[in-house]
């Protein structure tokens, strides 16, 4: 399968606790987004890299939020601090170099719940 | 960023019916895209509709977009117990795409 990737697909963890997510993008593909979404809700941009480099957060993405992708491939987000609502689906996608149209790919998400 | 914007928020209808649902967005676009999203295969890009073009076909789908109205319909010809999913149009001007809540669906065989 060459879509891209996720892990974990499930995550439970107690209020205030650390987790880490990790997204592997298509090989080729040099854009990397990561999204949030709640349930009966359209995902909601987090934040944006180009290759390595972070180029777009969102209000979103608070302090306790960082997203990493040191080598340009894969691409970990961590929360720190966990709470009650952090509890959502987080989707990683991916984009081709030459697309304009900003075509992304999805993976299938990372299902959080903070108990 | 772009937002869409889908109306109705839910729809049911019987197998082999069309489905159309349609979207509105505020700001200028480069490009509408339309995903789908069901619990099976996750979130899939459908149709992407460039802001130069006014209708397109892919398969059962039909897009228009009307950039003088800021909006878009999408049309799912035929449809099947199969289609029911969460369909989501997306403006798309630059890096970020913003989603709108999403039209619900539900095909009853």
């Known amino acids: 399968d060459t879509g891209v990737s996720q892990d974990p697909r499930h995550k439970i963890t107690k209020r205030g606790q650390n987790v880490t997510f990790r997204c592997d993008p298509i090989s080729e593909h040099n854009r990397l987004y990561w999204y949030r979404q709640t349930l009966g809700q359209g995902p909601e941009f987090l934040t944006y890299?180009?290759?390595?480099?972070?180029?777009?957060k969102s209000r979103l993405l608070s302090d306790r939020f960082s997203a990493e992708r040191p080598k340009g491939s894969f691409s970990t987000l961590e929360i720190q601090r966990t709470e009650q609502g952090d509890s959502a689906m987080y989707l990683c996608?991916?984009?081709?170099?030459?697309?304009?149209?900003?075509?992304?790919?999805f993976g299938p998400g990372t299902r959080l719940t903070v108990l | 960023s772009q937002q869409g914007e889908e109306d109705p928020q839910a729809l049911s209808i019987q197998e082999g019916e069309n489905a159309t649902m349609n979207c509105s967005y505020k700001?200028?676009?480069?490009?509408l895209q339309w995903y789908r999203q069901n619990s099976g295969r996750g979130l899939v890009h459908l149709i992407l509709i460039r802001s130069n073009e006014r209708e397109k076909h892919s398969g059962r789908l039909r897009v228009t977009l009307d950039t003088s109205k800021k909006s878009s319909s999408l049309l799912i010809t035929a449809s099947r117990a199969a289609d029911t999913a969460s369909y989501f149009c997306v403006g798309a001007a630059g890096n970020m795409l913003t989603f709108g809540g999403g039209t619900r669906l539900m095909v009853k065989p």
């Open positions: 890299f180009q290759n390595e480099a972070q180029l777009e």
């Open positions: 996608a991916s984009s081709a170099p030459l697309d304009n149209y900003n075509e992304q790919f």
């Open positions: 700001t200028s676009i480069n490009n």
